[in-house]
Every structure is written in C-alpha cells, then in structure tokens.
C-alpha cells in the first residue's frame, strides 16, 4: 500500500533556529502534499497545501514566511520552520494525496524549541 | 463550506462492548467522509471512506461507518470493542472532490475498560 515516510520523528532545537521537516511518498507520486499542525489532545489543523511545482496554498493565519513549504518533486515535500520559538513546538504531520491512494499520512514529526 | 462535528470528545467503553463514535457533516455537495485512528505520537492511519459507492462502508479491524444522508450522519461502529481499539478517531469530510483538502472533526478518545 501507499506509503508516507516523515523525518524526524523528533527534534528539538534552540530558540531562533530553524528546522526542516521532510515527508517522502515511497511508493506513489504525491500530487499534493498537505502539512497539519496538532496541538496536544486537539485535531489537525490545515496549515498549508502543495501541489509538485508550485508555491504553497497557506490556510489563513498562518505565516508563509515562518513556515516555509517546497514541492519540489513528485516524491517529497518539506516544511521548514523558520527562527523557530518555543510558541512553535507542537506535533507536524503531513498527508500526501495521489491519482489512486486517496489520503495517505506520515507518522507525524514532534517539535519541541527550547 | 464543509464541516464535520464529532459528538463526545470521549468515549468510554468495556471491552466487548459495542463501540459507537457519532460524525455529522455539513456539505454543499455530495461529501467524501473518512474516519482516521491515530495512536499517540503517531500520525493518521485510515479506517475507512465513503466515496458515494456502498452507503455502508467496511474497514479494517472490524469497523464500519453508514453513511446516512438524511441525518448527514458517519458515524462509526464495532460490535466488540478490544482494548487495542483504545486511541484518537478522527471523522473528516474532504472538500471537493477526492483530493481536496481534508476537513477533520474534532476528535474522539476511545477508552476501553478490562
């Protein structure tokens, strides 16, 4: 089946720096690419969407310059997190939709900026 | 808009027992309706979709949701819950067409009691 790999799964990092996040589809080309944040005990929130090639669509109230998504390949999608703050430290997950996989979600990285 | 609301942000049942987690969905068009499980620190795995085919859906591990479009009802059900059931559900609807963006519920935390 469809296969979403997401590294890290875990990361902490200082105040200020920056921080990548990367979600590979193993076995299918991921057309578009969504990243979801999650706070503890809440749902996914839609940050932004990708499709391979293209600038990111960001969901309204989120900084595009903070969180930065590139698309470059129908394989892989990162999310950069930008001077990160300790605001910032919550749960990334990313989804990767193709023609024939439908929703297929990585195993969530968890960010913790100290 | 599409909107999804999931009824009882916790749900506490004796193994077993039949496990009913409710959805209700607001659509302007005819929806696609997911139910998600996640398991803590993990990302989304799918249970099952509706995707206007059979209006009762079977999925993995002994769930199956019925799609009911006079009540704009999902909801999930398990005749016997185990105690491995006990984690996060998630009940999305998906904007637009398949491959739109995923518009999740609330959530619902599945507790099983020995």
């Known amino acids: 089946g469809a296969v979403v790999s997401q590294h890290p799964s875990r990361v902490i990092c200082k105040s200020g720096t920056s921080v990548k996040i990367e979600c590979r589809s193993l076995?299918?080309?991921?057309?578009?690419m969504f990243w979801y944040r999650q706070f503890p005990k809440q749902s996914l929130m839609l940050m932004a969407t990708?499709?391979?090639?293209?600038?990111?669509?960001?969901e309204q109230g989120v900084e595009k310059d903070k969180f930065l998504i590139n698309h470059a390949s129908l394989t892989l999608s990162t999310l950069t997190v930008t001077s990160a703050h300790p605001e910032d430290s919550s749960f990334y997950i990313c989804?990767?939709?193709?023609?024939?996989?439908?929703?297929?979600f990585g195993s969530g990285t968890r960010l913790t900026v100290v | 808009a599409q909107s999804v609301t999931q009824l009882g942000s916790h749900v506490s049942v004796s193994e077993g027992a039949l496990v009913l987690l409710r959805c209700n969905y607001s659509?302007?068009?005819?929806?696609?309706l997911f139910w998600y499980v996640q398991y803590p620190n993990q990302g989304l795995q799918l249970l099952l979709k509706y995707t206007s085919a059979a209006t009762l859906v079977k999925g993995i591990n002994g769930f199956e949701a019925e799609f009911k479009k006079s009540e704009t009802s999902f909801h999930l059900t398990k005749p016997s819950a185990h105690m491995s059931d006990a984690a996060e559900y998630f009940c999305?609807?998906?904007?637009?067409?398949?491959?739109?963006?995923?518009?999740f519920g609330q959530g619902t935390e599945l507790s099983v009691k020995p």
């Open positions: 990708s499709n391979e090639g293209s600038k990111a669509t960001y």
């Open positions: 989804s990767a939709s193709g023609e024939d996989y439908g929703y297929t």
């Open positions: 999305a609807v998906s904007e637009g067409n398949q491959g739109g963006k995923l518009i």
């Open positions: 076995d299918f080309q991921a057309t578009t």
């Open positions: 659509s302007s068009v005819p929806p696609y």
